[in-house]
């Protein structure tokens, strides 16, 4: 197990790292300046104009759709590096080099699952970053944690399928740029129990799709929004189904494995980034007459939160490299393992440098709140801290059977 990086992902983390340095943070002012003015407002949801401009950018460097090895040529492993450094900025850099949540999942399962029709439709264009996808699955009536519970239903009717159900928390949907929802239901309640569900397609302009809400997140409304929405009587042709009648589980299991890596590799970056606004906070900030950083207390949280991310990160890279030898099967415990050691991680390390910051951490002058949100609702996102954990004491547990 070598963790030496690669010739190519040496190459592509550095490239990413000097974009982030020179174009990604000094347009976080821009792009919050951008919202703040449209907040409350019809235009709330718009894409600040910012981020396509370094998209453009991103793709003239050769920073592009870097999640999917068959696209880019990176292996796990050689990704983690960049979507770390992605973390650093994770309401922007990740978009502008189109390796964001929900979309990269959407698109690795199109890869495997599209049609050909199917991934000309709707891939190519989420590939050139032309539009945005959703993924619907958790339901507000069911313990959603149980993948089996979702009791939205997908009907056939002759040459069509008609969707009927209840969806929240689907994130991306109040971007008027999401133009397509891959809706997981059931299409045999008398099946096996892991044969009951399916994937299928709907575009967003369907008839009987309506957006009720948007949800905040600790009374944040990110740009892309997290959405309640109903499905009634959606009706949409037969070849709108992903793979077979009954694979719709089997397909999120291969959909969440890469996803869950990814949103780990983020959130090392992101608790980079807060140890870095901590050691610059220690250093400038002056208390009993001595500079924060000379106080025993604040050395030691700086050094947990350092040795902390250096546990996570290998854990990660661990499983990024079983992923490529072995496939997502492979490293099935590993990365239901990182999904909760990763976030609690980013969630302790947060808080400390919050706790540094004083009452400037509640503010949005600081990034640290928008961090801690996130790597907050992270243990819950892509299943529960629970499930994941249920999951590695039933390997542990069967290994001594």
């Known amino acids: 197990m070598d963790f030496e990086p690669s010739a190519a992902a040496a190459d592509h983390t550095r490239r990413m790292r000097a974009f982030l340095d020179e174009k990604v943070l000094p347009a976080e002012p821009t792009y919050d300046a951008w919202r703040l003015e449209r907040r409350g407002t019809p235009q709330e949801w718009d894409l600040p104009p910012v981020v396509e401009e370094l998209k453009a950018e991103a793709r003239e460097r050769g920073l592009w759709n870097l999640f999917l090895p068959s696209v880019s040529g990176l292996s796990n492993l050689e990704y983690a590096a960049v979507a770390e450094v992605s973390g650093w900025s994770p ?14 999942g959407n698109m690795e399962t199109l890869h495997l699952f599209g049609t050909p029709e199917q991934k000309q439709q709707w891939l190519e264009p989420l590939l050139a970053g032309e539009i945005r996808s959703a993924f619907a699955m958790t339901e507000p009536d069911v313990a959603s944690s149980d ?4 009791q939205t239903r997908i009907r056939r009717d002759g040459d069509d399928y008609v969707i ?11 971007d008027e740029r999401c133009k397509v929802f891959i809706v997981m239901g059931k299409t045999d309640p008398d099946a096996p129990r892991h044969r009951q569900q399916s994937m299928i397609l709907v575009p967003r302009d369907a008839p009987g799709m309506q957006v009720l809400r948007h949800l905040p997140t600790f009374g944040y409304q990110d740009q892309h929004g997290h959405s309640e929405i109903v ?14 009648e009954g694979g719709g589980f089997a397909i999120a299991q291969a959909r969440l494995g890469p996803g869950r890596i990814h949103h780990c590799m983020r959130l090392i970056g992101m608790a980079e980034r807060a140890i870095d606004l901590m050691v610059r906070r220690a250093r400038d900030r002056v208390a009993f007459g001595r500079p924060l950083a000379d106080q025993g207390v604040v050395r030691e949280q700086i050094a947990l939160s350092r040795i902390e991310v250096e546990q996570a990160r290998l854990l990660v890279l661990k499983t990024a490299w079983l992923i490529d030898e072995h496939g997502s099967k492979g490293a099935a415990t590993e990365i239901a393992a990182i999904k909760v050691a990763v976030p609690r991680m980013a969630c302790t390390v947060i808080d400390r440098a919050m706790q540094l910051h004083g009452a ?14 996130w790597a907050r609702a992270l243990r819950f996102a892509d299943g529960p801290d629970e499930v994941h954990l249920r999951s590695v004491a039933r390997q542990e547990l069967a290994a001594h059977e």
């Not at 993948?147 to 979702?150: L, S």
């Not at 009927?164 to 109040?174: D, L, P, Q």
């Not at 042709?237 to 793979?243: D, K, R, V, W």
């Open 164 to 174: 009927s159900g209840r969806k929240w928390w689907i994130s991306g949907t109040a």
């Open 231 to 244: 499905f009634d009587d959606v009706r949409v042709p037969a070849s709108n189904l992903l793979g077979e």
């Open 147 to 150: 993948a089996t519970n979702v």
């Open 91 to 104: 309401v922007i850099a990740p978009e502008a080099i189109n390796c964001q949540a929900p979309d990269t």
């Open 360 to 373: 400037a951490a509640m503010s949005d002058d600081f990034p640290l709140a928008y961090f801690y949100t």
